[in-house]
């Protein structure tokens, strides 16, 4: 055994810091979906919402600690550490690491650099954290359930299968929210769907964007397993064991597809996601969300060195 590991549990995030990141997440974000009738989807276009004014997400003062707080927290713990904190409005969660060298995996990401083609792992991470705690907080917002659960963050960007998944259970209802993120420090429609989805000709399919990722889990079977697999562990943790017929009618007849997007403000328009009633006929099943910030890329870099100035003041190695 390597006699240079320390095994104390250390304090990363106290008990307090993640409440006064929660609340502030929580308190401030909003939840507008509105209709855009003539593209057949809802548009949620998320701000941060004040008394005397709506403010993108880096307008916000602290927001570059607190989502470094909350970053840590969906990256180093199981959602099922918090979760039932959030659930009932208590808060006593510590998030604890016990060794003082961070897994190599994770190291990697916040340690990441831009390429030269202006890409960054960081950054791309950090994107789907925030997607998977706007929508966590989304949930808890709305209330109109009995109980839920949510999908962990890929560990790493670049990890196959759905970017999140949740499960919500009503009194008579089930909702299976399939979520996609992209990213970009430019306009992000490329990202979003092929230019088939946007015109009137045939499908072609492009699965690295997010349309033809769900058209293809819809229309083929692409994914399914993967899929298949987070949603029988999300009704576990619920308590609601379905075989495996149920979760296959779950899944295509009774999920909701939520495009994600992150990127700067500038770029956010009722008409981003045209096309996606070609993915479901139905309006309520397509959700495209945008959270804006006044600069991305900027706002990502702050963050990734407050989680590293995090990290170093806890003598932890990465």
């Known amino acids: 055994m390597d006699a240079l590991i320390d095994t104390h549990l250390r304090e990363i995030i106290s008990a307090q810091e993640f409440q006064e990141a929660w609340i502030w997440l929580l308190d401030h974000i909003s939840i507008d979906q509105s209709l855009v009738e003539e593209h057949g989807y809802y548009f949620d276009h998320k701000h941060w919402k004040y008394p005397d004014y709506i403010k993108c997400i880096d307008e916000c003062d602290d927001a570059d600690i607190y989502l470094a707080r909350l970053y840590l927290v969906s990256q180093l713990a199981s959602v099922s550490d918090y979760l039932p904190n959030l659930k009932k409005h208590i808060f006593n969660f510590e998030l604890r690491y016990s060794n003082n060298q961070l897994d190599g995996d994770v190291a990697r990401v916040i340690n990441a650099e831009e390429t030269a083609i202006h890409l960054n792992a960081f950054r791309n991470s950090l994107s789907e954290h925030l997607a998977f705690w706007?929508?966590?907080?989304?949930?808890?917002?709305?209330?109109?359930?009995?109980?839920?659960?949510?999908?962990?963050?890929?560990?790493?960007?670049?990890?196959?299968?759905?970017?999140?998944?949740?499960?919500?259970?009503?009194?008579?209802?089930?909702?299976?929210?399939?979520?996609?993120?992209?990213?970009?420090?430019?306009?992000?429609?490329?990202?979003?769907?092929?230019?088939?989805?946007?015109?009137?000709?045939?499908?072609?399919?492009?699965?690295?964007?997010?349309?033809?990722?769900?058209?293809?889990?819809?229309?083929?079977?692409?994914?399914?397993?993967?899929?298949?697999?987070?949603?029988?562990?999300?009704?576990?943790?619920?308590?609601?064991?379905?075989?495996?017929?149920?979760?296959?009618?779950?899944?295509?007849?009774?999920?909701?597809?939520?495009?994600?997007?992150?990127?700067?403000?500038?770029?956010?328009?009722?008409?981003?996601?045209?096309?996606?009633?070609?993915?479901?006929d139905e309006p309520l099943r397509c959700i495209g969300i945008y959270v804006g910030s006044g600069n991305w890329k900027d706002l990502a870099d702050s963050v990734q060195t407050k989680v590293k100035e995090i990290l170093t003041t806890k003598r932890i190695a990465f």
């Open 134 to 280: 706007a929508m966590l907080a989304s949930i808890i917002k709305v209330a109109n359930h009995q109980d839920f659960s949510i999908s962990k963050p890929n560990l790493q960007p670049e990890d196959k299968g759905p970017d999140g998944l949740a499960c919500i259970v009503g009194n008579d209802f089930s909702i299976i929210k399939i979520i996609s993120v992209k990213n970009s420090i430019i306009s992000p429609q490329d990202l979003i769907s092929s230019a088939s989805f946007r015109g009137s000709s045939k499908i072609v399919l492009n699965e690295k964007k997010i349309f033809d990722e769900f058209y293809a889990f819809l229309n083929r079977n692409r994914g399914f397993q993967r899929l298949d697999d987070k949603l029988n562990t999300l009704l576990q943790e619920l308590h609601q064991d379905e075989e495996n017929l149920i979760r296959h009618v779950l899944l295509s007849k009774h999920s909701q597809f939520n495009a994600m997007v992150v990127a700067d403000e500038q770029y956010a328009a009722n008409n981003l996601f045209t096309g996606f009633n070609k993915v479901a």
